[in-house]
């Protein structure tokens, strides 16, 4: 039964971001600026998803009994508050940057800190090359 609770969890998550990403690059701005504020909140919500997406899969992975996270070395967390503030930390870390070190991921967790990172470097490139597609097919119809 809870295995089958992890798996419901972590598809929902893959879903948020996946569909974060999708409005991403769907979003189009309606006037001929190079940006807008729409963009700019549009992306803050695209990066707030991914790094909960990403927090509730290492949280569950935890809650099952599967550490895929060290602090400082060690297994530790004094309650579930503190679990999840690590992983929210973890996450939003691993997106925006490469890491710290002070948590680092372990077995699964590796891979999956692979692949946010890999999604955190490509987001701003699809930012860019988005806003440069738009606003030169809006100064074409000009």
């Known amino acids: 039964m809870k295995y089958l609770l992890l798996l419901i969890v972590v598809i929902v998550a893959v879903a ?6 999708y409005l991403l690059l769907k979003n189009q701005q309606s006037t001929g600026r190079k940006l807008s504020l729409r963009h700019f909140i549009v992306l803050f919500l695209v990066y707030a998803t991914i790094t909960a997406g990403f927090g509730v899969v290492y949280l569950s992975l935890e809650l099952t009994g599967l550490s895929v996270l060290v602090e400082d070395g ?50 701003p490139a699809a930012f860019v090359v988005t806003s440069v597609f738009i606003y030169e097919r809006e100064r074409q119809r000009l």
Not at 16 to 21: A, K, P
């Open 16 to 21: 948020g971001v996946i569909s974060s990403i």
């Open 74 to 123: 060690q297994y530790h967390y004094d309650s579930f508050f503190h679990l999840v503030e690590d992983v929210m930390y973890f996450s939003a870390v691993t997106l925006l940057t490469v890491g710290y070190g002070d948590i680092t991921p372990q077995g699964i967790g590796r891979w999956i800190a692979i692949v946010q990172a890999l999604i955190g470097y490509l987001l």
